[in-house]
């Protein structure tokens, strides 16, 4: 069965700091890689995910992910944060060996100061 | 486009009450999914359904949690008697599925609904 790691549960930054949030898992195979956010309140959205192809992902609201896939990592990034990327950020894994039913990690809550 | 609806948004019970969640997918979607979100365990998947059909309930932490899928659009999560660790909120996700075998570039994205805070007292 998959597993995720995420490394950082709580990370603080002031506004225009980078940001870079670790995520790991666990599988040998065919992997789909997803970030999830969910701000306060509110329930969870895709914010971008991998299948194939580039391993530099984009996303929405400027947030790129890089699968490397010899490292079984999957990390998020965004080189400004603003006041309103505080959120909870998820990693989700959907392997192949598990009918694609994506696992999360723990989360990693983030708090920008403006 | 409508999303994933779930009702309630919030409810606050007793201790031995019985909690109904609902939840209706996305139109089309075939998979419905159940997670649970607590500060302690992050977000759990409690059980999936494929086509209506229970596929995984193996993330249901006791008998007292129920599941159904009567029909495409439609899903209960039932807790009966409620105690006070099963405060949480309860969300539900929609998916299409997967075709031959493989997944289409589409899928394997889950679409949430508001989820359901569940209060118990």
């Known amino acids: 069965a998959q597993s995720v790691s995420q490394h950082n549960h709580h990370v603080i930054l002031s506004e225009a700091a980078s940001l870079e949030l670790g995520c790991n898992y666990s599988?040998?195979?065919?992997?789909?890689l997803f970030w999830y956010v969910q701000y306060p309140g509110q329930h969870l959205q895709l914010l971008l995910k991998?299948?194939?192809?580039?391993?530099l992902v984009k996303g929405i609201k400027g947030f790129e992910a890089e699968f490397i896939k010899s490292k079984f990592s999957f990390n998020l990034r965004k080189p400004s944060v603003q006041w309103s990327d505080t959120a909870e950020y998820f990693c989700a894994v959907a392997a192949s060996g598990g009918s694609y039913i994506p696992t999360f990690g723990r989360g990693t809550s983030l708090i920008v100061h403006p | 486009d409508a999303g994933v609806i779930q009702s309630p948004r919030h409810e606050v019970t007793e201790m031995g009450q019985e909690v109904t969640l609902r939840c209706k997918p996305i139109s089309g979607h075939d998979y419905l999914f159940w997670y649970r979100q607590t500060m302690m365990r992050g977000l759990e998947l409690l059980i999936y359904?494929?086509?209506?059909?229970?596929?995984?309930d193996s993330g249901m932490p006791e008998d007292r949690f129920s599941a159904k899928m009567p029909n495409a659009s439609f899903s209960t999560l039932k807790i009966q008697p409620s105690e006070p660790r099963d405060s949480a909120v309860y969300f539900c996700a929609s998916r299409n599925g997967l075709a031959g075998g493989y997944p289409r570039p589409n899928t394997g994205e889950l679409f949430f609904g508001e989820g359901s805070r569940l209060t118990v007292l």
């Open positions: 359904f494929n086509n209506n059909v229970p596929i995984d």
């Open positions: 599988y040998g195979g065919t992997v789909n």
């Open positions: 991998y299948f194939s192809g580039d391993p």
